[in-house]
């Protein structure tokens, strides 16, 4: 194929085509659905990335971006008959100004490593999801990912000052800039977000921040996850502002103590609140919460004395996702969002829902914006249990819509969610979305088939 000549001259032995070279590319943490693509290509230099592109449309090929593959959506699933570019070999910090508390990164930049070279200067990148230490920021960008900080310091969007794209057509703009305050329409807020419809991140200018000064980490036992969801409303209708707030169901804490023995207390829920910033305001809001809880109906309450018991516990919670495959052969890891105000009503719901379809149901969430990431636990070897887990899934986001919510948080539509847009949506609003899609991207290369479904779904 001409496509295939034209990547090899540019490639070279970094253009990958046989089928054991295809086989880690063909999904993405999404595992249950699997597409081999045409090509991989592994850039070096963002001019690689832009001229992969070109060659892409120049042929009218579709082409997917990716860096860690940790998508829970399918959003870095390959098109058949694509390209996949693969960006983790863009991994260079390109510039890290402490004074302007500011860093300019490749997309294959670890989301981690950002803090860990920020930490010298008393700064840090605040979005922090569980796959911080694998995620690139490339793919934070395209899904907006947030973490359990995203309460107080909100998501990946709130963090990002400027980005250099590159089109579906093979241009390269730039939008935004390195300061605060921007002038004109928020370009690079509308890109961050549209999961790799509109073009691929070259460069992304990231805002730091100091380091807080002081933490105060509250681990809470309850007797039951509705108990632990009034606990949050209480908190935050107490005027507190906690760094993060989550809860833990049964099912994982057990995943999370087999895997990383955290120490978490048994429970039928946990919640961990953490309180951050200057060591006055840490001591007194470390006052108020132990009110606040003393009044909620704990069981059993813990606080950090020191910096090692709050890596533990945080441990436990960023481990929880992949600790459930200790429970279950599969599972599919839901990501809808509700009003904090009806968090309980919808843990319950949950409960009911887990029964009605004999499936258990771990459940892991950012409680402080109503983020919930429950977690359908089923072995797809029986026949069926796929198809059910699928349908209690979806049963799931039906009840984040029917209580004012969203059927994402931060996991994005990707190929998981397309026939739950038009549930969200509007006929009138998709139309308008598809319309900015078409006219930025008019032979529909880029990520092509995530987030729309397909027209005959779409008028099913």
């Known amino acids: 194929m001409e496509i295939l000549r034209e990547l090899k001259a540019l490639f070279g032995p970094r253009l990958l085509t046989k089928e054991a070279e295809l086989a880690p590319y063909e999904s993405d943490a999404l595992t249950a659905y699997r597409e081999r693509p045409l090509a991989v290509v592994l850039p070096e230099r963002k001019e690689e990335v832009v001229e992969a592109v070109r060659i892409c449309r120049r042929h009218g090929v579709p082409f997917v971006a990716r860096g860690s593959g940790t998508s ?74 947030g973490g359990a900080h995203c309460l107080r310091y909100g998501m990946t969007a709130n963090h990002v000052l400027g980005l250099e794209v590159v089109t579906p057509e093979g241009e390269v703009v730039r939008l ?51 108990a632990a969801g009034e606990a949050v409303a209480r908190v935050l209708r107490s005027g507190l502002l906690p760094g993060a707030i989550e809860i833990m169901d049964r099912l994982a804490i057990e995943a999370a103590e087999a895997a990383v023995r955290a120490g978490y207390p048994k429970a ?53 996702f992949s600790a459930v495959g200790r429970l279950s052969p599969d599972y599919i890891v839901q990501d809808g969002v509700v009003p904090r105000t009806r968090l309980a009503e919808a843990l319950r719901e949950i409960g009911r829902l887990s029964e009605a379809y004999g499936l258990r149901v771990a459940n892991v969430f950012h409680a402080g914006d109503g983020n919930l990431h429950p977690l359908v636990l089923y072995d797809g070897k029986r026949p069926g249990e796929l198809e059910r887990a699928e349908a209690l899934a979806g049963e799931i986001l ?56 397909p027209k005959e779904e779409a008028h099913a």
Not at 284 to 313: M, N
Not at 433 to 442: C, I, N
Request: charged residues 25%; hydrophobic residues 45%; glycine residues 12%.
């Open 268 to 320: 039928e829920a946990l919640l961990i609140v953490e309180l951050e910033g200057e060591r006055e305001e840490v001591a007194e809001g470390a006052r108020r919460l132990a009110e606040v809880i003393a009044e909620s109906g704990a069981e059993e309450v813990r606080v950090a004395r020191d910096e090692a018991e709050r890596q533990a516990i945080w441990k436990g919670r960023k481990a929880a």
């Open 398 to 453: 039906r009840l984040c819509l029917r209580l004012g919510g969203s059927i994402t948080g931060e996991h994005g539509v990707g190929m998981e969610k397309r026939a739950y847009l038009a549930e969200m949506f509007s006929p009138l609003e998709i139309a308008a979305m598809e319309e900015v899609k078409a006219g930025l991207d008019p032979l529909g290369l880029a990520n092509r088939g995530k987030v729309f479904p």
């Open 176 to 226: 935004g800039g390195e300061g605060l305050e921007g002038v004109g329409p928020d370009l690079h807020g509308f890109f961050v977000g549209t999961e790799g419809l509109l073009g691929i991140a070259l460069e992304i200018t990231l805002r730091l921040l100091p380091r807080p000064e002081a933490y105060h980490t509250l681990l809470a036992a309850y007797p039951s996850l509705e």
């Open 72 to 145: 829970l959506s399918g959003g870095s699933l390959p098109v058949r008959g694509g390209v996949v570019i693969a960006l983790n070999r863009l991994n260079r910090i390109l510039k890290l100004d402490p004074k302007a508390r500011l860093a300019v990164v490749e997309p294959g930049v670890v989301n981690l490593e950002v803090s860990r070279r920020a930490a010298p200067f008393g700064l840090y990148y605040a979005p922090d999801p569980s796959s911080q230490p694998v995620s690139t920021i490339g793919g934070n960008v395209a899904f907006n990912s």
